[in-house]
């Protein structure tokens, strides 16, 4: 598939617009989502600098996406007890219920997304995506090693 590459990025551009649609109805963006699925998912407590990293934004960008969490009072930042310039952000009780919210939404949009494909299609999707990520990430690691 000569333009297999841009059929993934059009898809994936499709997929962050409409999600981002149905979660301005929720009050978050996607951002925002991410910064919460990642403290969730991940565990909490990371230092800003490593959430930054994960999400592959700078970390202005991040300090700006925290601002905005805690004024929502989702997340809260605590100093580092080994490093007292950094930061470590925490997920408060009020995001609990936020991020219930959002696995549903998630739920819900991954079942829309995937709407007349029978579980083999999406198995083999799944496996296909899959192997595109390890060679992906195995040119990355070789040109890591070559520098």
Same mark, same amino acid.
């Given at each position: 598939?000569?333009?297999?590459?841009?059929?993934?990025?059009?898809?994936?551009?499709?997929?962050?617009?409409?999600?981002?649609?149905?979660?301005?109805?929720?009050?978050?963006?996607?951002?925002?989502?991410?910064?919460?699925?990642?403290?969730?998912?991940?565990?909490?407590?990371?230092?800003?600098?490593?959430?930054?990293?994960?999400?592959? *934004?700078?970390?202005? @960008? #991040?300090? =700006?996406?925290?601002?905005? %969490?805690?004024?929502?009072?989702?997340? +809260? !930042?605590? /100093?580092?007890?080994?490093?007292?310039?950094?930061?470590?952000?925490?997920?408060?009780?009020?995001?609990?219920?936020?991020?219930?919210?959002?696995?549903?939404?998630?739920?819900?949009?991954?079942?829309?997304?995937?709407?007349?494909?029978?579980?083999?299609?999406?198995? *083999?999707?799944?496996? @296909? #995506?899959? =192997?595109?990520?390890?060679? %992906?990430?195995?040119?990355?690691?070789? +040109? !890591?090693? /070559?520098?």
């Amino acid at each position: 598939m000569e333009n297999f590459g841009y059929e993934v990025v059009e898809t994936a551009r499709l997929i962050r617009r409409e999600f981002n649609r149905r979660a301005a109805e929720l009050g978050t963006t996607r951002e925002q989502w991410r910064v919460l699925a990642i403290l969730n998912r991940h565990g909490d407590g990371p230092r800003q600098i490593d959430l930054a990293e994960t999400l592959e *934004v700078e970390p202005i @960008t #991040l300090c =700006r996406m925290i601002d905005r %969490l805690e004024r929502l009072q989702l997340v +809260e !930042r605590r /100093r580092d007890e080994n490093d007292r310039r950094a930061w470590r952000i925490h997920l408060t009780e009020k995001a609990q219920p936020v991020i219930e919210q959002l696995k549903i939404l998630a739920r819900d949009f991954s079942r829309d997304i995937l709407a007349g494909l029978d579980a083999d299609e999406v198995a *083999v999707t799944a496996k @296909t #995506l899959d =192997r595109v990520c390890g060679n %992906l990430s195995a040119m990355e690691d070789a +040109e !890591r090693a /070559r520098s």
